[in-house]
């Protein structure tokens, strides 16, 4: 999924409950389309070995950023994160 900052598609969501994941299998990839490069990372379930990228699955998701998007996310976290 290409990550959109639009009003109509990112909104903050409030739940009266919380709690920490545990920590998932990541990988990350760039490439150029159209001239512009992308950011991919892909997302696994906690059973896949990473270590074995010959032979990983399609990624349970995929956040995509090109230059716009990830400078968006990055004002995102310093504003919520305190940064």
């Known amino acids: 999924m ?10 903050k969501y409030e739940r ?3 709690s ?3 920590p998932v299998p990541v990988t990350y990839q760039t490439f150029i389309v159209d001239g512009k490069k992308i950011l ?3 997302g ?3 059973k896949v070995n990473i270590q074995d990228i010959g032979t ?14 990830a ?4 004002k995102l976290i310093r504003n919520e994160l305190g940064i």
């Open 40 to 42: 991919q990372i892909d």
């Open 16 to 18: 009266e409950t919380h």
């Open 71 to 74: 400078a968006e996310f990055i």
């Open 2 to 11: 290409k990550i959109s900052f639009d009003k109509k598609y990112f909104r």
């Open 20 to 22: 920490i994941h545990e």
């Open 56 to 69: 990983l699955k399609q990624s349970d998701y995929k956040m995509q950023f090109d230059k716009e998007t």
């Open 44 to 46: 696994y379930n906690s």
